[in-house]
């Protein structure tokens, strides 16, 4: 898991900057979210992580959690992306990672996304726009709730 450490130190490194340029505290805290944020598998809501860090001796205020991720948000080390019930903030495991989003259920899957971003930086340097980051949604259906329609509608 040494990428996983390395993707980490760069976030602990990026948020660390990104606090002292806004004039905002490193707290405790902030950087106990961040590395629970970074250990987690997949997509999560704020409440979950929120409930996982009420407890234990990384215990962290639920008002501290909301207002990390929307730092975290603001420095661009997580995505916001809609889910079936709220929205679902993930981290972005490297540049040019987007998501697409099942409809059937919910499934929030990574898929390579880098021609998508420099396609769309040529089309805005064209337009004579600065592109600083890209957000995307698609939605559709996973394989397994394909699959399902498929055998559903005969």
């Given amino acids: 898991m040494a990428g996983n450490r390395d993707a980490r130190r760069e976030a602990r490194r990026r ?16 950087m106990i979210i961040l590395d629970r944020i970074w250990a987690w598998k ?3 809501r704020a409440e979950e992580l929120a409930a ?12 501290s959690v909301y207002r990390t991720l ?3 948000l603001e420095a661009g080390l997580i995505r916001r992306v809609p889910g079936s019930s709220g929205y679902r903030y993930l981290v972005p495991a490297e540049p040019g990672r987007l998501y697409v989003q099942c409809e059937g259920c919910g499934a929030v899957i990574p898929v390579p ?9 040529r089309v805005s340097a064209a ?3 600065r592109l600083r ?3 995307l949604q698609a939605f559709g259906l996973c394989s397994a ?3 399902r329609t498929r055998s559903d509608s005969i």
Avoid: H, N
């Fill in 133 to 135: 980051r890209v957000g």
């Fill in 42 to 44: 997949g997509p999560f």
């Fill in 70 to 72: 929307g730092l975290l």
């Fill in 15 to 30: 948020f660390a900057a990104f606090l002292a340029e806004t004039g905002r505290y490193l707290s405790q805290p902030r």
């Fill in 127 to 129: 337009a004579g726009f």
């Fill in 113 to 121: 996304g880098r021609g998508v971003e420099q396609a769309l930086g």
């Fill in 145 to 147: 709730c394909s699959t």
């Fill in 52 to 63: 996982r860090l009420r407890t234990g001796k990384d215990r962290v205020s639920r008002g």
